[in-house]
């Protein structure tokens, strides 16, 4: 019986201290995690970010539905701007608690930096038909037009919030951005003053403040400025502030001439940060500067693969696609970024313009300029004085050409896109000595320049001195043996010189280094064509087709060849497949008239239609299929056709 009591006794101990052990763990363990969370709020005060986190993390390993967890890390990444991440963890807090206080104004600001504006303001409208108008949506709403560049938007509620918050930071922040923003430099030092009154350790106003002060040209005190504030950041993570700490201090100290220190700090930073958006980007422009195109090219593609729609890489590999002659490509890129960017500038309307140029399109390239004049208007901008004067030279408007590039020159002497631009004008103008005066000036600071060098060669080629054209193009194979365009100029020398064969191995070498080198690949097809190598002519020229199907030279020669060959069927249908993959109107109104004239009418007007669908406006479409109805013996159809290339084009004869 005794053993019996015994044994029951140590049976109820067992589950007792079982039960108390596992009491404990839980109990440890919630201990366990509010040491993360306060460990990482210490981190946080420190501006250790990434190690805050990681307490973070750790804490919510142990309870994933810690409330306090995933708003700190929510409120850590809000604090670095990482729009994504924070509705991330926030999406979260609403899961555990709905109710949480500043959770649906926490979320607006996640849209805010995700840049979904239109989410943004209609957030903001939605609680406004519920509840009375809250100082920090107003801010957040005044911050959203202002990050749209709707100035004067922006501009009223802040200057409103100055004045019922007199002590507030926030508003005079933002007025200052505006004031900055327009130009109104003396206005906004007062303001920044005012700022700093209130608290000389705001690190917004601090940050304004050095950007005035480059705006001033006071460049040492804006080196002063940006090294404190460098100084101050003891951030372990990659923030917004850090960045434009990084591209101030490296303009100040490049503004100063002191280029060894601007790449120490340049080359730090990568260092530190090598995978970050800033670091890639800046990469590709390296790699654009040193003629390694294709290399940009990839760069851009991995900073878009991570950070989808970054405004200045959407542009950059517009400029790189231009580099390397895909102007199809470079085209859709650049008026994306003007599109998708109220705050586009004039540089994407500077290279559509070239593009148009490139297309002998001068008179495309002069409205793109007037755009951007009022785009701009009241501030000047050389470049686009500069272009205007190119498309008015081609357009056969001598006057008013000069009359820009004068402009453009008064504006910006010493800026070398505007000195070449004189050069091209010149050379255009066959006004050779003064071209050759600009060019000089643009080699001297950029020796690698593929435009100048171009245009110094064929000013030699022009007057015929092919001696001085081959040393030009030793000099410069000498310095870059690695460019393209280099071998593509020796090429077009021994053209000239009618020596073929060296001719072609210098365009295959040119074709070699960039595959996208299409003024190379063509001159090289011209030859093969001539040589009956109609195989691998046709290689290239379907390598053409591919980067550029409104290629109408590769397109012609490529049927061409085809013919020859045996195998016109065959490249017709790789036209048709190619054309599939895109939008091309310029391409299916060839492909239309080829089949016209090979009596495929069903194909010919297949074609046609999707140029009409394309472009219902265009002129040459209406005329094609009015030819084709006409053809087909559907004369309703074909005066249809004629009377709307009438409308298009009143004084046409031809419709």
Partial sequence: MMNFLLKKILFFLCIYLLASCGQDSKESLSKKEQVYIDRAAVYEKQGLHRSAIIELKKAIQINDLSLEAHYQLAQIYLSLQAGELAEEE????K???????????????????????DRVYSEINRIRRSAIKNYDLDILL????FAEKKLEKARSIYLRYMQSSPNSSEPLVGYARVLLAEGEKAEAEKILEKILEIDQTNEDGLLLKAQLALLQDKYIEAEEMYYQLKLEDSSDFLTHKKIAVTQGLIRAKVALKKFDEAYGIY?????????????????SIDEFKS????????????????????????????VVNYALGDFSEAEELLREHVTNNSSAGTKSFELLAFIHLKRDEPHE??????????????????????IKSLAEVLSGNQGSAQKDIKKALSIGPENLSVQLMAGQMYFHMHHYKTAINHLNKVLASDAGNVVANKLFVQIYLKRKHYKQAEKHISQWLAGFPSASEVHYMKGIVELAKKDEVAAKASFKEAVSLEQKNISAASELVKILIKEESYAEAMSYLKTIIKQDINNIFALRSLLYAGSKSG??????????SELEKSESLDGRLFISEYFYKDNKLDKAVKYASEAMVIAPDDFRAHMLMGQLRLASGDYISAEESYGKAVQLSPGSEEA
Wanted: aromatic share 12%; proline share 4%.
């Fill in 567 to 576: 195998e016109e069927l065959a490249v017709a249908g790789f036209i048709e």
């Fill in 95 to 117: 899961a555990i608690n709905p109710e949480k206080e500043n959770l649906e104004f926490n979320l607006i600001k996640s849209y805010f930096y995700k840049k979904e504006y």
């Fill in 142 to 145: 005044a911050d959203t037009y």
């Fill in 365 to 386: 390239a002069k409205k793109l300029m007037q755009a951007a004049l009022k785009l701009e208007e009241g501030k000047q901008r050389a470049e686009v004085y500069a």
């Fill in 267 to 283: 080359n730090e930073f990568l260092e530190n940060h090598p995978n970050s958006t800033f670091a890639l980007y800046q990469r």
């Fill in 291 to 318: 003629q390694d195109f294709s290399g940009a090219e990839g760069t851009l593609k991995k900073v878009l693969n991570a950070a989808p729609g970054h405004s200045p890489s959407v542009m950059m590999l517009g």
């Fill in 90 to 93: 926030l999406l979260k807090v």
